[in-house]
């Protein structure tokens, strides 16, 4: 069993004088509806946040509660969105790694080296090294994919308000049956991703 993310990839690079070093992880590349958010993190190695995991292992009120800790103990958080249009204008591998580009780039401290999570790092004008599974393995990452996570679901319940058929506060724009109903009812919002399927076979 994982004994969850740690502290020790950054501070390698921090003893070696590289910092500060960023974690990043991007959410919400699956669903029908809304942005795709990436989040950016230097976590202080003197006052890491506790109970830190990846994002799907962490129930709602757990998330928030991590949330909470790392805005409080954190060097610098930064939170980027990628609209529904943007995604069908340039796909979603491309509007993943835009957003993950957004978030590091509005960081208040520029890093020095950035951890990201998956296969497939962004293109970034300081070295980056990407980490499989990261968000389980690594501190940094994991705070990323809470923020990410937190805030893309707080964007989704916005959306919600607007466009009440499609249940959005709960599926957060995957495709649930009260959210694939809705669609063949009511046809799809400006939140939508038309470039997705089913939504391309005009549900």
Known sequence: MSAG???RIEGRLHRQGIWPVAGVDEVGRGPLAGPVAAAA???DPKRLPRGL????GLNQKEREAAFERIM???IAVSIAFVTPAEIDAINIRQASLAAMVRAVATLSHAPAYVLVDGSDPPRLACPCRAIVKGDASTLSIAAASIVAKVARDAMMRRLAAHYPSYGF???????????LDALRENGPT???RLSFSPLREKV
Request: zero cysteines.
């Open 169 to 179: 506060e709960t599926n957060v724009g995957y495709a649930a049956r009260r959210h």
């Open 72 to 74: 409080e103990k954190a």
């Open 190 to 192: 400006p939140a939508h």
């Open 53 to 56: 995991d990846d994002s799907k």
């Open 5 to 7: 993310p740690d502290f």
């Open 41 to 43: 993190v230097i976590l």
